[in-house]
Each structure stands twice: as structure tokens, then as C-alpha cells.
């Protein structure tokens, strides 16, 4: 069972900047692959970033690119989302993810995490 908890979401102004944090449970972080996912009001969750279990793949959404950063610090059982340049569209609840199954990658897909967070709330004003 592995448990996560973010924190530091909040309010922003349009072309600020956020870290989120995720913080791991269990003496296996460094052996999956972890995602973060945000789900915006009536819309579908979709992926953000992707980090394999060393840290060396990583994948982001497009829209995202080159205005946010996926990190984790295995030895604090910890996974990272720097937010640059935030954009009103960024506004969603932010969910990180755990997929065990998998040590290489992780995708881009919601089904393949079996454990989540209960998200945070990342507000981008205009």
C-alpha cells in the first residue's frame, strides 16, 4: 500500500510560478514510476508529467513542455511539479500518482496508477 499526500497548491497570478509536492509512503519509492494528473471543473482528468523510477524518463503534456518541471528526490521519498509561467488554463485540482508496476517510465494514462493523492487545488488568476 502506498500512500501520497500533495501540498502546495494555491492561488497564483498568470505567469507566476508554484511548486507542488508530493510525499511518498512505503521503503519502495525509487522502484515506480510516479505521474501527476489534473482534473479542471466538467473537464476529463488529464496527464501532466511523467518520472520513472530514477528519475531519467520523464514525459510531459504539451501544453506544458516547456513551462514545467517533473523532479523527485528518491531519499526523501518525494516527487516534484515546478510550475513556471502559469496560465489561467493551468487552474485545476493537481493529483500525483503511483504506478508500481512500472520502474523505466510512467505514462500518460490515468489507468494504468493504482495509487493516488487527494489532490491540491493550483488557481491561476488573470
Known amino acids: 500500500q502506498v500512500q501520497l499526500v500533495e501540498s502546495g497548491g494555491g492561488l497564483v497570478r498568470a505567469g507566476g510560478s508554484m511548486r507542488l509536492s508530493c510525499a511518498a509512503s512505503?521503503?519502495?519509492?525509487?522502484?515506480?514510476?510516479m505521474g501527476w494528473f489534473r482534473q479542471a471543473p466538467g473537464k476529463e482528468r488529464e496527464f501532466v508529467a511523467a518520472?520513472?523510477?530514477?528519475?531519467?524518463?520523464?514525459d510531459y503534456l504539451d501544453s506544458v513542455k516547456d513551462r514545467f518541471t517533473i523532479s523527485r528526490d528518491n531519499t526523501r521519498n518525494t516527487v516534484l511539479l515546478q510550475m513556471n509561467s502559469l496560465k489561467p488554463e493551468d487552474t485545476a485540482v493537481y493529483y500525483c500518482?503511483?504506478?508500481?508496476?512500472?520502474?523505466?517510465?510512467?505514462?500518460?494514462?490515468?489507468?494504468?496508477?493504482?495509487?493516488w493523492g487527494q489532490g491540491t487545488q493550483v488557481t491561476v488568476s488573470s
Open positions: 518520472i520513472g523510477g530514477s528519475g531519467g524518463n520523464v
Open positions: 512505503g521503503r519502495t519509492f525509487s522502484t515506480y514510476a
Open positions: 500518482a503511483a504506478d508500481p508496476t512500472r520502474y523505466y517510465y510512467g505514462t500518460a494514462y490515468a489507468k494504468d496508477y493504482y495509487y
